[in-house]
């Protein structure tokens, strides 16, 4: 396949992952005022993994169950299990939309993070952005002590820990084994809910058993066709077109849960999404310049 072609199909993939990813939170929210969120959890971890280990068990064999580096396979699970658990009781709480905008928070959190943990060293340039994305975060929150949604705060926690999931997981590329770390994004939490899950447990009906499927599904098949993508085009080049998943969880928080769009979170999610591009934009540079 033609390079042009290649990162054109990247692109297309890359937008479906959002989508899809934003329809599994619209089933998720809708679910959480259904079933106790341990178990809409559970029910989304435990599909992923069982699907993802049959898929991974036809193309590669059991290689996949091996890893050189559990102790980071599990600690990356249990921050991308935290992530989940703070979206989904914020859900419960607050628009889609706006918990949606705040998890996209964690580029910003990321460049944080790089700076304290793995030292690296920051430009002016990059320095603004983050600035300009904590000024989105505000707005998004709520401008104004007087109309600062707490719940929001929930969404804003799972950014910092999905950060540090997104911190591990480029820790671990060309490391570990490729197959290993996808099986492991959701094997650990699956084992701890299926425990966890037991005492809070409800038999759902029908309509709601099928809405638990789908979550399922989506899941898999969001984070599948998101690998796809980095398959046909690298990661560094497909990161900004995931916004895309802000834009469709907007949609189906107006149109599914009647949701209003506050000018101060299209505004706020609008500062998060360029200030993000931007930092992306920058590493990119610096990158190719390195290689000059």
């Known amino acids: 396949m033609r390079k042009d072609n290649s990162l054109l199909v990247g692109i297309l993939l890359t937008l479906l992952a959002g989508a899809l990813l934003a329809c599994m939170d ?16 559970w029910f989304r971890y435990f599909v992923q993994t069982i699907l993802v280990g049959a898929y991974l068990s036809w193309r590669t064999g059991t290689g996949f169950l091996r890893t050189r580096h559990p102790g980071l396979q599990i600690l990356r699970g249990l921050c991308l299990l935290a992530t989940t658990f703070l979206m989904y009781e914020a859900f419960k ?32 340039h990059r320095i603004l952005a983050v600035l300009v994305g904590f000024g989105g975060m ?24 999905n950060a540090l999931f997104l911190l591990l997981t ?36 029908a309509g709601t058993g099928l809405l ?4 399922g599904l989506f899941g898999t098949l969001g984070h599948f066709t998101l690998v ?11 990161s900004p077109f995931l ?18 769009l506050r000018p101060s979170m299209v505004a706020g999610t609008a500062l998060l999404v360029a200030s993000g591009v ?4 920058r590493e990119n540079r610096r990158r190719l310049e390195a290689m000059v």
């Open 26 to 41: 619209g089933i998720g929210k809708r679910l959480t005022l259904l079933l106790p969120v341990i178990q809409v959890i």
């Open 93 to 124: 709480r607050v628009p889609l939309a706006d918990a949606t905008a705040m998890l996209f928070f964690s580029p910003i959190m990321v460049t944080l993070l790089s700076v304290l943990f793995l030292r690296e060293r920051i430009g002016p």
């Open 138 to 161: 505000l707005l998004i929150l709520g401008p104004g002590f007087g109309r600062f949604e707490p719940a929001l705060g929930l969404a804003l926690l799972a950014s910092v820990s």
């Open 170 to 205: 480029r820790h671990l590329a060309g490391r570990e084994d490729a197959a290993a770390t996808q099986f492991n994004t959701t094997v650990s939490g699956a084992v701890i809910l299926s425990f966890a899950v037991v005492p809070s447990w409800q038999t759902p009906d």
């Open 212 to 215: 638990l499927a789908a979550i």
């Open 228 to 238: 796809r993508a980095f398959a046909h085009a690298p990661a560094s080049l497909l």
């Open 243 to 260: 916004y895309s998943q802000v834009l469709i969880a907007g949609l189906l928080s107006v149109v599914l849960f009647g949701d209003p």
């Open 278 to 281: 931007y930092i992306w934009w």
